[in-house]
């Protein structure tokens, strides 16, 4: 039977009109900080590509630290940095049959879901988000009269561009794929009409929480979701599924009561602003194939391969 979904009140807003930064203002205020990092995560993405391509025949910690020109200690050191579990684990998440064993075993319908108390507020990574919806007349005004604050962060899948309101964080974008430019200009295209401000302070203890890092202890992290009706349902169905468990477009358009839009349920996945927080890398195809992901593969294998460590998979 079809869960259905609560559905939050429209949150209102009032909005500003834009004026935009320009690429070098970012750009050149991002480059230096976002050096070393940006290092590591390609090199841990090649290593990641590495692996992968071996299709499930192991390397050696030996083998994949001279391909990657780092001694086996450091190069243990960093991977297991960046992507929280050292090569050698991490090798058992990245077998071509690994999607498939996931969706098999770890497979969650959302009235599954809803049943272990992960509806309302939505409980995931251990982060208790609590969000409210943009109305869909302020949506149709594309951002005009919104502030919204921008600011880069360290994560564990590279460099994060994070945005916010005062009410919440309403996009996260990774960057190690696509690079600092067009993960700027993507988020920023999806509401055309506010206003970006600079402001990574601000949003620091938000961020610092989405990725396991605050400093005092807490996980609080409020979204606040700006999409078309349609869209906000797809990704409060998203925030159902459960931490290191799986499901499919369909289960999705399901449990949403459109079982017919696979298709646009697909979409509108690909089309989450805020990635990780709101877990589009664990929707897959019925197949076990991964799809797609708006912010490249290797970042979703990586999140998925963390969260099937994180819970013992």
């Known amino acids: 039977m079809p869960a259905r979904l609560p559905r939050d009140k429209p949150a209102r807003n009032r909005n500003f009109r834009v004026a935009r930064p320009s690429a070098s203002a970012y750009a050149q ?3 230096d900080a976002m050096t070393e990092d ?33 001694s086996p200690a450091h190069f243990q050191r960093v991977f297991s940095r960046w992507v929280g579990i050292s090569p050698k684990r991490f090798q ?42 943009m109305s869909p007349g302020d949506f149709a005004r594309r951002g005009a009269g919104l502030t919204i604050f921008w600011g880069w962060h360290d994560s564990p899948f590279g460099p994060a561009l994070v945005m916010g309101t005062a009410r919440g964080l309403c ?3 990774f960057a190690a794929e696509t690079g600092a430019d067009a993960a700027m200009a993507d988020l920023a295209a999806r509401w055309p009409d506010a206003t970006l ?7 620091r203890p938000w961020a610092q ?44 358009a399901r449990a949403i009561g459109n079982p017919k839009a696979v298709r646009a349920v697909g979409t509108a996945v690909g089309r989450n ?37 994180a819970t013992g998979f």
């Open 273 to 309: 602003p805020i990635s990780w927080l709101i877990p589009c890398h664990r929707a897959l195809r019925a197949t076990g194939a991964l799809g797609g992901y708006h912010w490249g593969l290797p970042v979703k294998r990586a999140m998925l391969a963390h969260e099937a460590a």
């Open 29 to 31: 205020g991002t480059e």
């Open 92 to 133: 058992q998440y990245l077998t071509l049959d690994h999607a498939r064993r996931l969706l098999d075993a770890r497979f969650t319908t959302l009235d599954t879901a809803a049943e272990v108390g992960l509806s309302g507020g939505g409980r995931l990574h251990d982060l208790f988000l609590r969000w409210e919806a």
């Open 171 to 173: 996009g996260i974008a």
């Open 197 to 203: 401000v600079e402001d990574a302070a601000m949003l």
């Open 209 to 252: 929480g989405a990725f396991g890092h605050a400093v005092d202890g807490g996980n609080s992290a409020p979204l606040y979701l700006i999409g078309a009706p349609f869209q906000i349902q797809v990704w409060e169905a998203l925030l159902r599924i459960p931490t290191g468990h799986v499901t499919t477009y369909g289960e999705i």
């Open 38 to 70: 940006s290092y590591y995560w390609k090199l841990m993405r090649r290593a990641i590509d590495r692996l992968d391509a071996e299709g499930g025949r192991a390397l050696t910690l030996e083998q994949i630290a001279a391909e990657m020109h780092l």
